[in-house]
């Protein structure tokens, strides 16, 4: 019954996500595919937007933390809501840059923003790093999943190819607004099940309610309800929370595909209706960390200590098989939704802003081929990322966040800063990823400030070192600084037909 229910759920979403994205679509063309032609509605936007921000990661990984950690799993909480008081003020911005100037991809942005298409390649490139340890967060949720309904009795790098077969299969046969009407459909029934499981978990564990879980699960573990968690040796307190809420808000929407998402809207209205009621989504983490609180009371053993499989494992255990089947499937398009807008923005990213540099002549159609092939070379580096590793989900994507948050200070400055030049950026980056990655910089930071994020210190280095260069190097023309600097457009203005961007060499 279990596979039934994951391949009916699964089955018909498929084929309803493509049937509407390809009515939708008015010419195969990378404008469509890939920002949904600039025509998403305040509730179309709303979805996909929730779709990359609830994914496996939301319920897997926040309640396998909660089970294995206790109270850090609250990162989500702050983090999400900081993400969105920025979202408000900076995805506007990305959407009239991208209308205006045809902007498909983060890379085109940095490109005509710092009148440097050499910068475009660099930020791609470091973009399609992110989204690759993005992707692994995916694929680790699925290939569990696979395994649930498939039976243990299959490998782990069985489930993990089968996972990135899926994923890939998916986004090849549409687009953006397929991904968006999957999202869709997995939000309506991640609600069903959050509200499914909150209602019974209680009286599967033994509670009087709800509340009792916590209660119990306090007086079982002293100290799961407060930082640093179970463990009171474990750096994650006070300061590791906000500086990860922080490095996480920061980074989130200068991630590709968030930032590609927001040329996709239809206004900027939309995007700020999404940015002030989307915030409510973060109170279903309380009934997700709920449920992890509720797998360590009933003694859940996930195979190998997993906890990313915590809550499969304590619903395995404690429910019927209609209910595992529900859970799976609803699993399956948490991983599936939003990895494939992560591999649909990864080869865009590759065609636009790291090969067409180099290939002046690429024409539409074979930009198109080659966005599409190159997808499977990076759900292949992602499969080889995650096999034989068992991060937890929010650590991966904690190092997802330190990679593209050296993206994040020219990101900023662009939209606030016209003396900001290509140079600094480039000096910025560097240096960031040198106070983040080099192994004496590690070292530093563990001796020193060993509950700060690293991503946020090494973010911090880059933004000095960008604006100290910036001072001291030529500052782009006015019409690279144009880009981030635009007169207001009309927020409600009607979408036209897509430009060439406009980046100049």
């Given amino acids: ?103 498909i991809t983060q890379g085109d942005f940095f490109a005509a923003r710092f009148d440097a298409p050499w910068l475009g390649v660099v930020a791609g490139v470091v973009g399609i790093a992110a989204l690759v340890v993005y992707v692994q967060i995916q694929l680790v949720s699925l290939s569990l999943i696979v395994q649930l309904a498939l039976g243990r009795t299959m490998s782990a790098t069985a489930a993990v190819i089968i996972a990135a077969v899926v994923m890939l299969a998916f986004v090849y046969l549409a687009g953006l607004r397929s991904a968006a009407f999957a999202a869709a459909v997995k939000d309506i029934l991640m609600v069903l099940v959050v509200v499914l499981l909150s209602a019974t978990v209680a009286a599967k564990v033994g509670a009087a309610s709800m509340f009792d879980v916590f209660k119990l699960a306090e007086q079982a573990h002293p100290g799961i309800g407060k930082l640093p968690g179970v463990d009171p040796t474990s750096p994650t307190g006070p300061v590791w929370l906000m500086t990860s809420a922080m490095n996480v808000a920061l980074g989130n929407w ?55 499989a915590a809550l499969l494992q304590f619903v395995t255990d404690r429910y019927p098989a209609w209910v595992i089947g529900l859970v799976a499937g609803t699993g399956f ?37 080659l966005s599409r092939v190159s997808m499977i070379g990076f759900a292949a580096i992602a499969v080889w990322l995650t096999l034989g590793r068992s991060e937890s989900l929010v650590d991966i994507l904690l190092y997802a966040y330190s990679a593209i948050g050296m993206l994040a200070p020219a990101v900023f400055l662009a939209f606030l800063w016209r003396r900001v030049t290509a140079i600094g950026v480039l000096a910025g980056i560097t240096t960031g990823f040198i106070a983040l990655l080099a192994p004496f ?18 973010m911090a280095i880059n933004l000095v070192v960008t604006v100290l260069v910036s001072l001291v190097t030529p500052r782009p023309g006015d019409r690279a600084v144009a880009v981030g600097h635009a007169l207001r457009a009309e927020d409600v203005a009607a979408p036209g037909p897509a430009q060439p961007a406009t980046i100049h060499g």
């Fill in 333 to 369: 398009l948490l991983a599936l939704a939003p990895g494939s807008v992560l591999l649909l923005t990864s080869g865009s990213v590759f065609t636009r802003n790291v090969v067409a540099p180099l290939h002046k002549n690429l024409n539409e159609r074979t930009a198109l081929l």
């Fill in 441 to 458: 910089a590690k070292t530093f930071w563990a001796t020193h400030l060993p509950d700060w994020e690293p991503g946020l210190i090494a």
């Fill in 1 to 103: 019954m279990t596979l039934a229910i994951v391949l009916v759920i699964v089955l018909s979403t498929v084929v309803g996500a493509v049937g509407y994205g390809r009515r939708a679509a008015r010419a195969a063309n990378v404008t469509e595919w890939a920002v949904g032609g600039r025509r998403l509605s305040t509730l179309v936007f709303w979805f996909i937007n929730a779709g990359e921000v609830y994914t496996t990661f939301a319920v897997l990984g926040i309640s396998g933390y909660a089970w294995a950690l206790g109270a850090p799993a609250y990162l989500a909480f702050c983090s999400v809501s900081l993400s969105y008081a920025l979202g408000y003020w900076l995805m506007p911005k990305i959407w009239r840059a991208g209308r205006k100037h045809g902007l």
């Fill in 254 to 308: 200068v991630f590709p595909h968030l930032f590609q998402m927001s040329y996709a809207a239809k206004s900027g209205q939309a995007i700020r209706r999404n940015a002030v009621w989307q915030p409510l989504y973060s109170l279903a983490y309380f009934f997700i960390i709920l449920l992890g609180f509720a797998a360590l009371l009933a003694g859940t053993k996930p195979a190998d200590g997993n906890l990313n």
